[in-house]
């Protein structure tokens, strides 16, 4: 079975340029959740996606968004890039969508997003 | 203070040493106790995960929980070059979906 596949794989943008990077979770799996590392804060919690809607969502700015499609592939979109949004964005999904119990989640290789 | 501590390192070993890793955190409602490893340019991949308190064992890894002392580690027996990475620390709320909560992370390496 395919892992979580996640695309680009690296990118470089300017300051106040959006970006949308792409997740494919594995085959079957329905919930995608989204995190920012970066060596400050470390893995930080973005949001969550299942069926199509966003059933959780952390601290942060209205900036960062995303959507998931029919398939369960999601996207993330970064808009008006600041400086400190360089980081490994990470993408992770889970096989189903009990929310009030613990779903391992398999983890893709990140894109890592460098603002100049 | 933030909900999850985790000493960032480096920690270096020798091959052959046991490894202790370890978390303290400050939400008594966190049920659920992970351990990631993390190699470079890698996206994180779950070692062990442990409900509630006690202890659990795959191979050469062990991880226990104290909830009383909102505590955790993780130990490693015979430790292996290919163990170096980074650990990762990471917990689970009941009421919060499927987020999970980090820890900054250990980076340790090991010396043959």
């Known amino acids: 079975k395919a892992g979580v596949t996640q695309t680009p794989r690296y990118l470089i943008k300017t300051r106040g340029q959006q970006v949308t990077l792409s997740c494919s979770p594995i085959s079957g799996h329905r919930s995608v959740s989204w995190y920012q590392q970066t060596p400050g804060q470390g893995l930080q919690f973005l949001f969550e996606y299942f069926s199509e809607t966003q059933r959780n969502k952390g601290n942060f700015p209205g900036r960062f968004s995303g959507r998931q499609f029919s398939n369960s592939r999601s996207e993330m979109n970064v808009s008006t890039l600041e400086l400190g949004d360089s980081a490994l964005y990470l993408c992770?999904?889970?096989?189903?969508?009990?929310?009030?119990?613990?779903?391992?989640?398999?983890f893709g290789p990140g894109t890592r997003l460098t603002v100049l | 203070q933030k909900e999850v501590e985790q000493d960032p390192g480096p920690l270096s070993v020798p091959e052959g040493a046991i490894v202790s890793l370890n978390c303290t955190y400050s939400n008594s409602a966190f049920q659920y106790f992970m351990w990631y490893r993390q190699y470079s340019r890698k996206g994180p991949e779950l070692l062990m995960y442990?409900?509630?308190?006690g202890n659990k064992e795959d191979g050469r890894f062990t991880a226990q929980v104290d909830k009383s002392s909102k505590y955790i580690s993780l130990f490693i027996r015979d430790s292996q070059p290919s163990d170096s990475a980074t650990y990762l620390c990471?917990?689970?709320?009941?009421?919060?979906?499927?987020?999970?909560?980090f820890g900054k992370g250990t980076t340790l390496s090991v010396s043959s």
């Open positions: 442990t409900y509630s308190s």
């Open positions: 990471a917990m689970h709320l009941h009421q919060a979906g499927t987020a999970l909560i």
């Open positions: 992770a999904s889970s096989p189903w969508g009990d929310s009030g119990s613990y779903n391992e989640q398999f």
